[in-house]
Antibody, heavy 124, light 110 residues
Framework: EVQVVESGGGLVQPGRSLRLSCAAS????????MHWVRQAPGKGLEWVSG????????GYADSVKGRFTISRDNAKNSLYLQMNSLRAEDTAFYYC?????????????????WGQGTLVTVSS | QSVLTQPPSASGTPGQRVTISCSGS????????VSWYQQLPGTAPKLLIY???QRPSGVPDRFSGSKSGTSASLAISGLRSEDEADYYC???????????FGGGTKLTVL
């Protein structure tokens, strides 16, 4: 059974950092790109970042470019999101999503499995 | 303001057919595939339609997708109470070099 499980969320002050993790199981992790998608409370979905199967390519939404860094460890079947210089507008549920293609920028791709999300609250 | 435009709400009675639109531009829907996601209250999104009109295994054939030009649509026939959820469209945007979503449509089954 395919599973992706996020962790690392919590309450953090503006300007501080936080690192999210996503543990994957039930599929060959290094065959697929992975993504982070977020959802502010009561709002819609927003793509945050994606990474190709071999970490050879990464992409970011303009809203987080320069502050967030996506990475993966294929030996540990894990995906990460390092979030620096956090702002109140970064408050959201962060979902880890499995791509069905190896490259995050493949326009024919889609997200076939999602985690339950981890809540990040940025507040003083 | 989302790059893809969806109506904020839609509604129908049990058994009816409803459609949800998703409007974009030549840099996203006009040149790339569209996928749709269903988000039931309090849960994570779930893949509903991929590559414009393909259904993953397990998704009932009451759900169908289509695309024409720079717009896409999700149709739900034989509406059921359990279809009450938020629905999102998504596509790759060549100009932004990133993935974009619609703002979401809240479907109410009356």
């Amino acid at each position: 059974e395919v599973q992706v499980v996020e962790s690392g969320g919590g309450l953090v002050q503006p300007g501080r950092s936080l690192r999210l993790s996503c543990a994957a199981s039930g599929f060959t992790f290094d065959d697929y790109a992975m993504h982070w998608v977020r959802q502010a409370p009561g709002k819609g979905l927003e793509w945050v970042s994606g990474i190709s199967w071999n970490s050879g390519g990464t992409g970011y939404a303009d809203s987080v470019k320069g502050r967030f860094t996506i990475s993966r460890d294929n030996a540990k079947n894990s995906l990460y999101l390092q979030m620096n210089s956090l702002r109140a507008e970064d408050t959201a549920f962060y979902y880890c999503a499995k791509d069905n293609h190896p490259y995050y920028y493949d326009s024919s791709a889609y997200w076939d499995y999602w985690g339950q999300g981890t809540l990040v609250t940025v507040s003083s | 303001q989302s790059v893809l435009t969806q109506p904020p709400s839609a509604s129908g009675t049990p058994g009816q057919r409803v459609t949800i639109s998703c409007s974009g531009s030549s840099s996203n829907i006009g040149s790339n595939y569209v996928s749709w996601y269903q988000q039931l209250p309090g849960t994570a999104p779930k893949l509903l339609i991929y590559r414009n009109n393909q259904r993953p295994s397990g998704v009932p054939d009451r759900f169908s997708g289509s695309k024409s030009g720079t717009s896409a649509s999700l149709a739900i026939s034989g509406l059921r109470s359990e279809d009450e959820a938020d629905y999102y469209c998504a596509a790759w945007d060549d100009s932004l070099s990133g993935w974009v979503f619609g703002g979401g449509t809240k479907l109410t089954v009356l």
